[in-house]
Each structure stands twice: as structure tokens, then as C-alpha cells.
């Protein structure tokens, strides 16, 4: 997410309360991505840690964002550490 909003022109450094827009073209990708496995692994105090078991939760996620698009509303990853 960190990659994408700088790649829309986002301007915060460290990526601390940072929102980005997201398409379904980027939902897309993002899906792909979880179904290949090849987000990054996270571990560290802000993020936790990845276990590999968030699977079900993330495609659940993509699903609804992308109903919620197709409904007319914008979906925002909103950064918080």
C-alpha cells in the first residue's frame, strides 16, 4: 500500500496516517497478490506479524470493497501507526 500511495503522489514519508484511494483495478492486483503469496511478510511492534492465516480475511475484504465500489461508494487503506 506503502508502494501505491506514493505512486499516486503521495507526499508522507514515513506513510503515518496516510490515505489512499483504491480501484478496482488495484483490488484486482491486490487479490492476485494474496492469492499468490507474494505480499511481504510484516513482523515488528506496528505491524504484527504475518502468519500466512489472514488469507480468508484479506479475500473477504476484497470482495466486499469491490461490492462497495460497484454500489457507488470510494474505498480508502487508511495507515495508521
Do not use: R
Not at 24 to 33: G, K, P, R, V
Request: aromatic share 16%; charged share 20%; glycine share 10%.
Amino acid at each position: 500500500m506503502a508502494d501505491l500511495y506514493f505512486a499516486k503522489g503521495g507526499n508522507n514519508p514515513d506513510f503515518n496516517c496516510a490515505t489512499v484511494t483504491l480501484t478496482i483495478h488495484e483490488l484486482n492486483q491486490l487479490e492476485t497478490a494474496v492469492k499468490t503469496g507474494s505480499l511481504p511478510k510484516t513482523s515488528g511492534f506496528f505491524f504484527g506479524e504475518s502468519f500466512g492465516d489472514e488469507l480468508d480475511g484479506d479475500l473477504e475484504f476484497i470482495v466486499k470493497a469491490k461490492q462497495a465500489i460497484d454500489e457507488g461508494y470510494t474505498v480508502f487503506y487508511d495507515s495508521w501507526w
